[in-house]
């Protein structure tokens, strides 16, 4: 087996490879590690076949949606999961063949309704369910504290002691434990009656995931995000500094269209001298009405710099090939001390 752990802050995600087919998998893959995978996969010469989410996350945003468009592989979930984008669903008991490496699948529901472990040889891939020193919290939408009793002390603790322990959340720095450990050392699991254990994961008061709504709302749904679009399209346009506007601007290089893409009482309040003002709202309406010439540079800013990296990108999509978005905003440039200009947008 070729095996991968990839840390991003408290997620852990894991690339494992049959050696002699050269298959892999990914699970419980980060949005922001997409490059990590691949790189991994590349540096062992791997293909990967299958991206699994071990359940739906309410804490980051998975990765699976991004890693299948990009390789074409198949996203791999519990039978359960309301997730419409799912290829290939797996039941208790049902096992993923990766070459000659075979991933079994055991639903232990708790966390959430679609929780499941995978076990692959020597160790068992634990999601949510069981984490190094504690477990999923059960307060999150579909959880169930007695459904996760039933699931640990039911099912997932009754497996070989020995077994690596691999949760994809590690906030002990450890890597990895084993059942037998967890079952000797971790706190939670020493609550052995279930009443018990119920009313334990039920007063916990733990506080909510910064990004809840909308990454169970991303991963339920396979919408993009906010952040997903500013990622593709920064991704996909050139940028051009600050000092690099200034030095045009004092140069009077008329080659370079400034757009300011802000609304109007903004642009008016204060813009970059000789700016063109086209509010990012009206750009696909007005766009071949105002910029007649697609070849032309066009320099585009807004207050931040997100709005008008997603402008630029659309400006690029519609023709205008040689548009650029400012690194920074309208905030950066005046706190630079740089000259603006106030008036009235034509």
Known sequence: MIFETVAAGGCRSYLIGCEETCSAAVIDPELSKIDRYMALAAKDALRIRYLVDTHTHADHFSGTQELARQLGALIVMHASSPAPYVNLRLQDGEML???RLRLQALHTPGH?????????????FTGDTLLIGGTGRTDLPSGDAGALYDSLFGKLLKLDPKLLVFPAHDYKGKGHSTIGQEIAENPRLQKRNRDEFIEMMQNLNLSMPAHITEALRTNMSG????????????????????AELQRRIDAGNDELLVLDVRERDAYEEAHVPGAKWLPRGQLELRVNDELTDPTRRILV??????????????????GFCNAVALDGGMKAWRESGCPVKSGKAS
């Open 112 to 124: 959430t309704r679609d929780s499941m472990c995978l076990q692959v040889d020597d160790r068992v």
């Open 223 to 242: 919408g993009k995000t906010v952040a997903q679009m500013l990622a593709e399209a920064a991704s996909a346009v050139p940028f051009m500094s600050l």
């Open 97 to 99: 063949a990766i070459g």
């Open 301 to 318: 800013y807004c207050d931040f710099g997100r709005v008008s990296t997603l402008a630029t990108a659309t400006l690029r999509q519609m």
